[in-house]
């Protein structure tokens, strides 16, 4: 029986650092001192935020205007289950909210449990300034919102914007065989069924031919490097200490390299065609990954001559 | 530029909640690569062109459409682009590049695995990093507050919205208005279903177009339009985009429309804004309430409508990208 594919969450983020320009920073500036400001547009609407470019026109917009901390709800959408990074964590509304002294509405959170077009709200403040339209935690009924007056605070001319993202990220059937296969110690390519070549991976598509690799081939755990580089600049999350050699690997049989290490002598002994095997972790170790090859060894045995890996450079 | 091109050939993947394959789309590719091929009789080797859309935020990973590659089997090398966007504009983008006269024939294809992150919330990847991103407002809220906009507007009600989700999806209106809200004014049924999946087509000038296939579908024009970024100084009741990329386009006297509008209320938009009266045929495919692979979705449209086409009948393909309808593509096609 076929097992499923392998999948696993993949998080991945990113605290965004923007510079904020002109218009921006006034912006971003007015609310780290509890102040709103929109832009007015070449046809005289007040807009907020303010806009760079007039949406109508394209022009640089750059007359900013002080618009009130109260408003109207022009439109509304519940948000019974927020997601991560919404405005509150608990059910709130999403609103479109035309500020007093604006033409055109903004978009924002409203914190109540009756909210309707029409509706008039007031801003509620975050204690700590500096991150743009956060520092507007949401807003509140006018009645029931506490009016908060403006503060000192400095220019800012950049923004953090955290952006983090969650996937399930999942490996092809033939990948799969391969991950699992490295659980058990072994290295599993495929063959495409049109060109013949021996993949490893094997490949849900064959590059050349656009086919699925079929026919299963065990390979060894040991063959040649194709090419190499040695890496002598230091970087964030390094493991090994510079000068080290990150090579292409040639399993005998196979018809793709694939990266890996070479370590076991000096760097600069490594070379083109020289016969490598690898060098396992204790099987204790061993998951669905090729991290179960620490990394590989020269063998000491001949080099290959040139011409039996030229074709595959 | 004075060659027509027709559509010859569409394919799509079945629209599954969830696949098992990969964001590369590799799986969905080959098959319905090797069906639009085989409906006309081409191999690889004759297509001029291949032009793909899909996302990068989607699949979680950059540079993700180039895996995608592999299953063209691109040896040897291709002539090939690739937009972030919905396929629809890697078609304007393959339709532009047979009129030059460069290439005979094109291959267009659009993937999407919505399936791999939460779609609503990577959705608002779309919008202005600087001063609305930093709320995380998700696609569904959004479509949401335009739903408000126009019930509050009188320009539908929720009954019509149901009515669009019975015929896209089945049910019936009655039974799906006792049905709790999703995101008020929104029930699940007004929201396209999350969908994985990927479609195909295969355009080829005209002199071409005949040799391949009985029937042809002749695009006639192709439009497409953006509004501003700024969501608050937009009029979301109705879609000037959509209007203007038609009007380009000269779409009046179509009898059959698809549209890509991801939410019931989109559709009533459009039909209003686009003038589309009864006798129009809208969505015959079920479209995007039916199934909504995410990049392919709009590409699709042109395909389903390609398909549809009457001989003698004239027909719009629209397709949309960005928050509440923001761009729009219109394509006329005509069938002999």
Redesign the interface.
């Known amino acids: 029986m076929t097992q ?2 392998l999948s696993a969450p ?1 998080d ?1 983020g990113f605290d ?1 650092t ?1 510079s ?1 320009g002109p218009t ?1 920073s006034r ?1 971003v500036t007015g609310l780290a001192q509890r102040r709103i400001h929109g832009a007015r ?1 070449t046809d005289g ?1 007040v ?3 303010p ?1 760079e470019y007039d ?2 026109s394209g022009e640089p917009l750059t007359d900013l205007v002080e618009v009130a901390h109260t408003g109207t709800v ?7 289950e927020p ?5 509150l964590q608990r059910p709130f509304t ?3 909210i035309r500020l007093d002294g604006a033409d ?6 409203v914190d109540a449990d009756d909210v309707h ?1 029409g509706m008039r709200v007031r801003a509620r403040w975050a204690d700590t300034g500096g ?4 520092d507007i935690v949401c807003f509140g009924p006018e009645d029931s919102e506490p009016a908060v007056e403006p503060r000192a605070a400095d220019d800012l001319t950049m ?1 953090t ?1 955290p ?1 983090h ?9 033939e ?1 799969s065989r391969y991950l699992r296969g490295l659980a058990d110690g072994k290295l599993l390519g495929q063959r495409c069924p ?1 060109c013949g070549k021996v993949y490893i991976p094997p ?10 690799t079929e026919e299963e081939i065990e390979l060894p755990d040991r063959g040649i490097v194709t090419t190499f580089c040695i890496v002598n600049v230091p970087f964030l999350g390094q493991r090994i200490k510079p000068p080290y050699v990150a090579a292409y690997i040639l399993l005998d049989g196979a018809d793709i390299p694939f990266l890996h290490l070479v370590l076991g002598c000096a760097a600069d002994e490594v070379r083109m065609g020289m016969r490598v095997e690898a060098a396992w972790k204790p099987r204790d170790e061993w998951g669905t990954t090729l991290e179960n090859i620490d990394h590989f060894r020269p063998t000491g045995e001949p080099d290959a001559p040139y011409d039996s890996y030229a074709g595959h450079l | 530029m004075t060659d027509n091109v027709s559509v010859v050939s569409f394919a799509q993947a079945p629209h599954v909640r969830e696949t ?4 590369n789309g ?2 969905m ?2 098959p319905i ?1 090797k069906e639009a091929l085989d409906n006309v009789g081409l191999s ?1 080797e004759d297509i001029g062109f291949w032009c793909s859309g899909s996302s990068d ?1 989607l ?3 950059a540079f993700s459409f180039i895996a995608a ?7 040897p090398p291709i002539h090939e682009s690739h937009v972030e966007a919905d396929a629809a504009w890697a078609l304007y983008e393959a339709w532009v590049k047979i009129r030059t006269g460069e290439v005979d024939t094109a291959l267009v294809y659009g993937f999407g ?1 919505s ?4 779609l ?3 959705l608002a ?1 779309q919008l ?11 696609a569904v ?2 479509a ?6 126009g019930l ?1 507007a009188g320009l539908w009600t929720e009954r019509d919205m149901a009515e669009v989700a019975a015929r896209g999806r089945g049910g019936d209106p009655d039974e799906l208005l006792r049905r709790p ?1 999703f ?4 029930r699940k049924h007004d929201c396209a279903p999350i969908t994985d999946g990927a479609a195909v087509v295969i355009l080829a000038r005209d002199d071409r177009a005949r040799d391949l296939t009985e029937r042809p579908a002749r695009i006639t024009s192709i439009h497409h339009r953006v509004e ?1 970024p ?5 009029d ?1 009741t109705t879609s000037p985009s959509t209007v203007a990329a038609a009007k380009a386009a000269g779409a009046d006297g179509v009898t059959l429309a698809e549209l890509h509008t991801p939410f019931s209320h989109q559709e009533i938009l459009l039909r209003q804004a686009l003038g589309l009266g009864d006798e129009v045929r809208v969505n015959p495919s079920g479209g995007p309430l039916s199934g909504n692979p995410m990049f392919a979705a709009g590409l699709a449209r042109i395909g389903e409508a390609a398909t549809r086409i009457r001989p003698g009948e004239r027909a719009l393909a629209h397709a949309t990208s960005g928050p509440a309808l923001q761009q729009n593509l219109v394509c006329v096609l005509e069938a002999d």
């Open positions: 499923a594919p993949l991945i965004y923007r904020l921006l912006f547009g609407r807009h907020v935020p806009p949406p109508v022009t439109s509304w959408c519940r948000q019974p997601l991560a990074g919404q405005p999403w609103a479109f055109t509405p903004m978009l924002h959170a077009t991150n743009g339209v956060r923004l914007t952006i993202l969650s996937y399930r990220h999942s490996a092809s059937p990948e049109a490949r849900g598509a064959c590059p050349t031919d656009g086919v699925p | 098992h394959g990969t964001t590799v799986e590719l080959v690569f690889k935020y699949a979680g990973r590659v592999d299953a063209i089997g691109a040896f695995k399936s791999a992150g939460q609503r919330r990577v990847m202005d990093p600087y001063t609305v991103g930093p709320l995380w407002p998700d809220s959004i949401g507050l335009q739903a408000r906009f509050d809200y995101a008020d004014p929104l501003t700024h969501l608050g100084a937009r979301l």
